[in-house]
């Protein structure tokens, strides 16, 4: 059992007791350790039963239970030191002791050995590390939900810099993302045993949809035209890729739906041209989804690509550069596409004006929508989309989880295909018409025109108005059941029902039957 006392020590020839209450006890090799902990001997004492469960897990070579693990993280660095240089903690519980930065290196050594991508597990640990770093966690035990999302708040708020200038803070998709790493490095924690529970698991994630602040637009037909064009045309080389490069790289893009890291992966022998169905394939590692992705190539660039990768030397498709410019890349030969168009018509200068305020092969258009490398892809699927293509085909072409993510975020309708669209509807006046001809009510065979005219006013006196019927040199007929004349139709109308529900109506000898309001 534990000894919790206060030592003594001698002052001036006196012997008088420390303030600080120090516990001992006996470890699982029957060793005697102690340490001091603080002024308060009912905490000291409860130091010591803990110690004691500690000490008969430890010697049972059992793993804690959740509630002395939840104990052992609270402890204070100094605390834990001791207990693991005194092999009380066994290997899988002195995580415990480590400081956070430690556990951050080996999450992301695990996340490379998990297979994720380099560029994967770096930018994962940095972003919790950010998070970790700037709440000054040190240890496990620091961690709070609260402080958190305080400082993600804070994140997300405008700053003004030294100059005066205003400083955007972060979105609310990316403050997701710095919380779903945090979030995720805390699962790994618990499942690798080195914690009890994870303190975040109640945070929730902020909806995005509510503060997009980059939203990708498609492009047209014809800027997609105009893009590749400029691309052929052009004599400069940016970031290694010079025009024929980059025509080459668009047009699988836009053809194929390809990401950026995706088609920097590609070699020559990625490409079967020859085969009755051309395909692209993507191998696992560096697919998104982590499968190999094998994609159908449209036959109508297969003959350009071909003559392309035959000048390839190296065995790579693409000469891109490592890092991702393909924003940039994209948006200057965008620009001089847009001037191209603008030079086509120079000397017509009320054509110039209303070419240069048309959104056409603009990088932002006037609701914001951006175009960049990403936004190819955006307009592969749409173009999916607006060719009729069956949504769970275009979600198999676009390689998504859900078929939710291709509808919502990646297929974009235009107000003229919405207009299009329109035309389906039917025709309501010549439904109508035909409707009225079926009863012959429109005079033909020598037969009456009924000019059919329906009550609208409001119910009077509870009863329910009926239609009138006008004929040609008649009065108005009553709406009470009566008898016409011999060789002359009947029509009958009956009343409302005696329950209350609604009139009905009947026909009497090939008679009109009277419309319900």
């Given at each position: 059992?534990?000894?919790?006392?206060?030592?003594?020590?001698?002052?001036?020839?006196?012997?008088?007791?420390?303030?600080?209450?120090?516990?001992?006890f006996r470890d699982h090799t029957g060793i005697e350790r102690s340490f001091p902990t603080g002024t308060d001997q009912g905490a000291a004492k409860d130091v010591g039963r803990m110690l004691d469960r500690l000490v008969s897990y430890r010697a049972a070579k059992l793993r804690p239970d959740p509630d002395l693990l939840r104990w052992i993280e609270g402890l204070r660095p100094s605390?834990?030191?001791?207990?693991?240089?005194?092999?009380?903690?066994?290997?899988?519980?002195?995580?415990?002791?480590?400081?956070?930065?430690?556990?951050?290196?080996?999450y992301e050594a695990a996340l490379l050995a998990k297979?994720?991508?380099?560029?994967?597990?770096?930018?994962?640990?940095?972003?919790?590390?950010?998070?970790?770093?700037?709440?000054?966690?040190?240890?496990?035990?620091?961690?709070?939900?609260?402080?958190?999302?305080?400082?993600?708040?804070?994140?997300?708020?405008?700053?003004?810099?030294?100059?005066?200038?205003?400083?955007a803070g972060i979105g609310a998709q990316t403050s997701n993302h710095y919380l779903g790493a945090l979030k995720s490095f805390c699962r790994w924690m618990v499942l690798e045993r080195r914690a009890a529970e994870n303190p975040l698991t109640h945070l929730r994630m902020m909806n995005a949809k509510a503060e997009r602040r980059r939203v990708r637009r498609e492009?047209?037909?014809?800027?997609?035209?105009?893009?590749?064009?400029?691309?052929?045309?052009?004599?400069?080389?940016?970031?290694?890729?010079?025009?024929?490069?980059?025509?080459?790289?668009?047009?699988l893009t836009l053809s194929t739906g390809l990401r950026w890291n995706e088609l920097r992966s590609l070699s020559v022998s990625s490409f079967d041209l020859d085969a009755d169905t051309p395909t692209v394939t993507v191998e696992a590692g560096y697919s998104k989804h982590r499968h190999e992705d094998v994609q159908p190539i449209p036959m109508n660039i297969v003959d350009a690509l071909r003559d392309y990768l035959r000048d390839r030397t190296d065995g790579r498709a693409f000469p891109m550069p490592?890092?991702?410019?393909?924003?940039?890349?994209?948006?200057?030969d965008l620009w001089n596409a847009r001037k191209t168009y603008w030079r086509e018509v120079r000397g017509d200068r009320s054509e110039l004006r209303q070419r240069i305020?048309?959104?056409?092969?603009?990088?932002?258009?006037?609701?914001?929508?951006?175009?960049?490398?990403?936004?190819?892809?955006?307009?592969?699927?749409?173009?999916?989309?607006?060719?009729?293509?069956?949504?769970?085909?275009?979600?198999?072409?676009?390689?998504?989880?859900?078929?939710?993510?291709?509808?919502?975020?990646?297929?974009?309708?235009?107000?003229?295909?919405?207009?299009?669209?329109?035309?389906?509807?039917?025709?309501?006046?010549a439904v109508e018409t035909e409707d009225l001809a079926a009863t012959g009510t429109d005079g033909e065979d020598g037969?009456?025109?009924?000019?059919?005219?329906?009550?609208?006013?409001?119910?009077?006196?509870?009863?329910?108005?009926?239609?009138?019927?006008?004929?040609?040199?008649?009065?108005?007929?009553?709406?009470?059941?009566?008898?016409?004349?011999?060789?002359?139709?009947?029509?009958?109308?009956?009343?409302?029902?005696?329950?209350?529900?609604?009139?009905?109506?009947?026909?009497c000898d090939q008679g009109i039957m009277s419309p319900l309001l």
């Open positions: 059992m534990a000894r919790v006392f206060r030592r003594r020590r001698r002052v001036h020839g006196k012997l008088r007791r420390g303030k600080k209450y120090t516990v001992a605390i834990l030191g001791k207990l693991k240089q005194w092999d009380v903690l066994s290997a899988d519980v002195a995580g415990a002791g480590k400081p956070l930065a430690a556990h951050l290196a080996d297979g994720n991508t380099t560029q994967h597990a770096k930018r994962t640990h940095a972003r919790a590390k950010s998070v970790v770093d700037a709440c000054d966690f040190e240890w496990w035990g620091d961690l709070n939900g609260a402080r958190v999302m305080s400082r993600l708040a804070d994140m997300r708020q405008d700053k003004v810099d030294a100059d005066g200038k205003v400083v492009l047209s037909i014809e800027e997609r035209r105009r893009l590749i064009a400029a691309a052929e045309s052009s004599n400069v080389i940016i970031y290694g890729m010079a025009g024929r490069d980059r025509a080459a790289l668009y047009r490592v890092s991702d410019q393909g924003s940039k890349i994209v948006r200057f305020r048309s959104g056409l092969l603009a990088r932002e258009d006037a609701q914001g929508r951006v175009v960049d490398f990403h936004a190819l892809r955006h307009s592969f699927v749409s173009a999916l989309a607006q060719g009729g293509v069956h949504p769970k085909t275009a979600q198999m072409l676009a390689r998504h989880s859900t078929i939710t993510l291709t509808m919502d975020r990646y297929t974009h309708i235009s107000s003229a295909s919405q207009v299009q669209a329109l035309d389906a509807l039917p025709d309501l006046d037969g009456p025109t009924v000019d059919r005219k329906v009550d609208r006013r409001p119910v009077q006196s509870g009863r329910l108005r009926s239609a009138s019927v006008r004929t040609q040199g008649q009065a108005k007929a009553k709406l009470r059941p009566r008898k016409t004349p011999e060789n002359t139709e009947e029509r009958c109308v009956s009343g409302p029902s005696k329950t209350g529900g609604p009139s009905r109506t009947r026909t």
